[in-house]
């Protein structure tokens, strides 16, 4: 089944966070594909962050182990130097049941 990595947060260091995208490039193996990247999300409930991110993976243990790596593990911390008011989740999707 499909999955998702979804985050969200504010960008306090833009510098910073460009260093981190440019070295995040573990996030996108195993059949990652990027879905969402807008800087500039618009609340509708809550109080979310400016930035999304939205990552599909054609399962959630490629999600997990992408997300795990140590590759990726020596560069997230940029990213959460980087930006406030963070929060990232692995979801899986949604697959309308049959009737």
Known sequence: MTAYLVANYDVVDLDAYR?????AS??????????????????KEG????????????????????YGSEEY??????RHGATANGRAVIVDGFEMPSS
């Open 26 to 43: 573990p996030l996108m193996a195993g059949g990652a594909k990027i879905l969402v990247l807008d800087d500039r999300s618009e609340a």
């Open 19 to 23: 260093s981190y995208q440019q070295q």
């Open 47 to 66: 109080e979310p962050g400016a930035q999304t991110v939205v990552i599909e993976y054609p399962t959630r243990e490629a999600a997990e182990a992408a």
């Open 73 to 78: 593990q020596s560069v997230v911390g940029i």
